[in-house]
């Protein structure tokens, strides 16, 4: 009786689901949106940039998050490098298994054959960072530890710089150019994809003792020790081992603070989850007031159906029905009312997710509890709003109704 | 026992305002088995508020109404609303069908009510509209029937439940002469089947129609005649 009742007073029962419907359709959207981007950057973000079990020594944090102040900047510019003498001695001061790597980078040209390619990614190296990248090879080899150790002029590039440069054409044991130097291409890199719309596959590696080392640095400088271990435990030791080397090193006393940086992406992923936590109380703070308002809105429709229609909860008490027969009536309407605002609410939340999903670079992945939430808050909020009007419609009195109008 | 109904001392007053109104001040009465009864008095006399008393729409001041041997006068809410699905039925001037659903759904009513399961509930529906001569009309929505026949379709509805007692609050008063003498031949059909019915009206040849006519005057009985019987 009630989808009757419904169907026959479409445009009314259109506009009292607004609300819960532009809730339900938020709490889909947003939530899937949300999880979509924690997957994406505990997965691809924060791996891509440093994987797990691995920290990086540099001169200044890499993944700064909040404001810096022009103080901080200063003091971090005016530090010291990490030298190529720091990074043995922090690689031979580790105790615990690890693998170690280089790098130096700068962006500049790369050339073949009347071929220019741009922006990309120059990046000198020592042979552990092609296992720390997780970098698989697609073509070709890595380069030796006996080619790191002698810079040879050989060079490992990137699945994009590989087709502009080369196309159809083998790559492997061709020369490229960088700075007019030739260096022989050993190997292509698969390709990496996309971070939030850039290229990861625009970079060449040689060797930090080759040629490079000129241009990517100055002399005997590196812009970061890589290094990764098995587990997050040895993590632990490995960078309390590097920091007590370089402070060491640098002749701090107790007191004074690391004028070097030891991190991970932890920093990273600590931000995103705290940017994750506001907005994950900020959504239901949204959605509560989007469903308080349909609620209210519910309520006053059914107010005013029930008013509509006094004279027909008359006649209907004149044929014997009792107020629990009016109540239950009334509540089901409004609560099927909610329910199906909040079935088309779910049904164009999952549709927005798809699209966000189609249309940028945001994954967007489905939370079924979600659904259920969203669902099951539709109800509770059409039951709750037609609570009153129902107890109003129940409590006619049925000689002054039927005479009603 | 063939007193269906049986009322002493039935007083009704309620607030209007600062004041209050007497509407029935101690009426006695007393209705048999397939009576036909002409409810009959000048506006304000009492008529309206005798028929929801009998009819269990309200309950009265003071005063004691037994309904087929049991004392109603006193009943909760729930229970009162039990007897009125069960043994009346109602037949009013405006038909006070519901207007956005169709004949067979109206006479459904009071079978929901009464919680007939679906299948039993359209079977004997259908019935009732068939014995009111409406049984090719039973989608129609009331807006798509003439009043006579809204007067049947009401007439089946009241009959649904098979109650003791059809009360009528001038049935006719809505209908050209030619329909209302087919409805009051349902009336007349319905009485010879044994039905007993109280009706109301203020037309002499529609009350000349019933067996016993009380009128009703301030709140009292002011006379209760009976035809004398035909040999």
């Given at each position: 009786?009630?989808?009757?009742?419904?169907?026959?007073?479409?445009?009314?029962?259109?506009?009292?689901?607004?609300?819960?419907?532009?809730?339900?359709?938020?709490?889909?959207?947003?939530?899937?949106?949300?999880?979509?981007?924690?997957?994406y950057m505990t997965d691809r973000f924060a791996n891509t940039l440093l994987g797990v079990n691995t920290f990086q020594l540099r001169r200044y944090p890499d993944f700064q998050v909040?404001?810096?102040?022009?103080?901080?900047?200063?003091?971090?510019?005016?530090?010291?490098?990490?030298?190529?003498?720091?990074?043995?001695?922090?690689?031979?001061?580790?105790?615990?298994?690890?693998?170690?790597?280089?790098?130096?980078?700068?962006?500049?040209?790369?050339?073949?054959?009347?071929?220019?390619?741009?922006?990309?990614?120059?990046?000198?190296?020592?042979?552990?960072?092609?296992?720390?990248?997780?970098?698989?090879?697609?073509?070709?080899?890595?380069?030796?530890?006996?080619?790191?150790?002698?810079?040879?002029?050989?060079?490992?590039?990137?699945?994009?710089?590989?087709?502009?440069?080369?196309?159809?054409?083998?790559?492997?044991?061709?020369?490229?150019?960088?700075?007019?130097?030739?260096?022989?291409?050993?190997?292509?890199?698969?390709?990496?994809?996309?971070?939030?719309?850039?290229?990861?596959?625009?970079?060449?590696?040689?060797?930090?003792l080759s040629p490079i080392k000129r241009f990517v640095n100055p002399p005997r400088v590196v812009d970061a020790l890589l290094v990764k271990t098995n587990t997050v435990e040895d993590?632990?030791?490995?960078?309390?081992?590097?920091?007590?080397?370089?402070?060491?090193?640098?002749?701090?006393?107790?007191?004074?603070?690391?004028?070097?940086?030891?991190?991970?992406?932890?920093?990273?992923?600590?931000?995103?989850?705290?940017?994750?936590?506001?907005?994950?109380?900020?959504?239901?703070?949204?959605?509560?007031?989007?469903?308080?308002?349909?609620?209210?809105?519910?309520?006053?429709?059914?107010?005013?159906?029930?008013?509509?229609?006094?004279?027909?909860?008359?006649?209907?008490?004149?044929?014997?029905?009792?107020?629990?027969?009016?109540?239950?009536?009334?509540?089901?309407?409004?609560?099927?009312?909610?329910?199906?605002?909040?079935?088309?609410?779910?049904?164009?939340?999952?549709?927005?997710?798809?699209?966000?999903?189609?249309?940028?670079?945001?994954?967007?992945?489905?939370?079924?509890?979600?659904?259920?939430?969203?669902?099951?808050?539709?109800?509770?909020?059409?039951?709750?709003?037609?609570?009153?009007?129902?107890?109003?419609?129940?409590?006619?009195?049925?000689?002054?109704?039927?005479?009603?109008? | 026992?063939?007193?269906?109904?049986?009322?002493?001392?039935?007083?009704?007053?309620?607030?209007?305002?600062?004041?209050?109104?007497?509407?029935?001040?101690?009426?006695?009465?007393?209705?048999?088995?397939?009576?036909?009864?002409?409810?009959?008095?000048?506006?304000?006399?009492?008529?309206?508020?005798?028929?929801?008393?009998?009819?269990?729409?309200?309950?009265?001041?003071?005063?004691?109404?037994?309904?087929?041997?049991?004392?109603?006068?006193?009943?909760?809410?729930?229970?009162?609303?039990?007897?009125?699905?069960?043994?009346?039925?109602?037949?009013?001037?405006?038909?006070?069908?519901?207007?956005?659903?169709?004949?067979?759904?109206?006479?459904?009513?009071?079978?929901?009510?009464?919680?007939?399961?679906?299948?039993?509930?359209?079977?004997?529906?259908?019935?009732?509209?068939?014995?009111?001569?409406?049984?090719?009309?039973?989608?129609?929505?009331?807006?798509?029937?003439?009043?006579?026949?809204?007067?049947?379709?009401?007439?089946?509805?009241?009959?649904?439940?098979?109650?003791?007692?059809?009360?009528?609050?001038?049935?006719?008063?809505?209908?050209?002469?030619?329909?209302?003498?087919?409805?009051?031949?349902?009336?007349?059909?319905?009485?010879?089947?044994?039905?007993?019915?109280?009706?109301?009206?203020?037309?002499?040849?529609?009350?000349?129609?019933?067996?016993?006519?009380?009128?009703?005057?301030?709140?009292?009985?002011?006379?209760?005649?009976?035809?004398?019987?035909?040999?």
């Amino acid at each position: 009786m009630a989808l009757r009742v419904i169907w026959t007073q479409k445009m009314k029962s259109a506009f009292s689901v607004v609300g819960v419907f532009i809730g339900v359709t938020f709490l889909i959207a947003v939530v899937s949106i949300v999880e979509g981007m924690n997957s994406y950057m505990t997965d691809r973000f924060a791996n891509t940039l440093l994987g797990v079990n691995t920290f990086q020594l540099r001169r200044y944090p890499d993944f700064q998050v909040g404001d810096i102040s022009r103080e901080t900047w200063r003091e971090w510019r005016r530090r010291q490098r990490i030298t190529y003498d720091d990074a043995r001695a922090v690689d031979a001061a580790i105790t615990v298994p690890h693998i170690s790597g280089w790098e130096s980078w700068n962006r500049g040209i790369i050339e073949y054959g009347g071929k220019v390619a741009r922006d990309i990614n120059i990046i000198g190296i020592t042979e552990g960072y092609f296992d720390i990248k997780n970098w698989t090879i697609e073509q070709g080899r890595p380069f030796s530890a006996q080619e790191a150790r002698t810079g040879q002029p050989v060079v490992v590039i990137g699945h994009e710089l590989a087709e502009r440069l080369f196309e159809d054409l083998d790559p492997i044991g061709r020369e490229i150019k960088i700075r007019r130097i030739p260096y022989r291409v050993v190997g292509v890199v698969e390709p990496q994809g996309k971070l939030f719309t850039i290229s990861l596959d625009k970079f060449a590696v040689a060797p930090a003792l080759s040629p490079i080392k000129r241009f990517v640095n100055p002399p005997r400088v590196v812009d970061a020790l890589l290094v990764k271990t098995n587990t997050v435990e040895d993590l632990q030791t490995a960078m309390a081992e590097a920091e007590a080397v370089m402070r060491s090193r640098r002749a701090l006393r107790p007191a004074q603070e690391n004028n070097f940086s030891v991190e991970t992406s932890e920093a990273l992923l600590d931000f995103w989850g705290s940017i994750n936590r506001v907005l994950m109380v900020a959504l239901p703070g949204l959605v509560s007031i989007s469903l308080v308002v349909g609620g209210i809105v519910i309520m006053n429709i059914m107010l005013m159906a029930v008013a509509e229609r006094t004279r027909e909860i008359g006649i209907r008490k004149s044929l014997g029905a009792r107020r629990r027969d009016i109540l239950r009536q009334f509540l089901v309407e409004s609560a099927t009312l909610a329910v199906v605002g909040a079935g088309i609410g779910v049904a164009t939340g999952l549709l927005l997710a798809g699209v966000v999903q189609a249309t940028t670079f945001l994954p967007a992945r489905v939370a079924p509890w979600s659904v259920v939430v969203g669902v099951l808050l539709g109800a509770g909020v059409g039951i709750g709003a037609g609570l009153y009007p129902a107890s109003r419609a129940a409590r006619l009195d049925p000689v002054e109704a039927i005479r009603h109008e | 026992m063939s007193d269906l109904i049986r009322v002493s001392g039935l007083t009704r007053e309620y607030e209007m305002g600062a004041e209050t109104v007497y509407a029935l001040r101690g009426v006695d009465l007393t209705i048999r088995r397939n009576e036909y009864l002409a409810v009959m008095g000048p506006s304000g006399s009492g008529k309206s508020t005798l028929m929801n008393l009998i009819g269990c729409l309200d309950s009265p001041t003071a005063g004691e109404y037994w309904l087929n041997g049991t004392e109603v006068s006193a009943m909760p809410d729930d229970e009162l609303a039990r007897v009125r699905n069960r043994e009346i039925g109602f037949v009013f001037q405006t038909f006070n069908l519901l207007p956005r659903a169709s004949s067979l759904h109206n006479v459904e009513l009071p079978l929901i009510y009464a919680g007939v399961p679906g299948k039993e509930r359209r079977v004997r529906a259908a019935e009732a509209l068939q014995r009111v001569g409406l049984g090719d009309r039973m989608k129609h929505k009331p807006n798509e029937l003439s009043g006579g026949q809204r007067q049947r379709v009401a007439i089946a509805r009241a009959l649904v439940n098979d109650p003791s007692i059809l009360l009528a609050d001038e049935p006719t008063g809505n209908l050209d002469s030619s329909t209302s003498a087919e409805i009051m031949n349902v009336f007349d059909e319905l009485q010879a089947m044994g039905q007993t019915i109280v009706m109301v009206t203020h037309e002499a040849d529609i009350s000349a129609r019933a067996s016993r006519k009380v009128t009703l005057l301030d709140g009292l009985v002011h006379s209760d005649t009976t035809r004398a019987e035909a040999a």
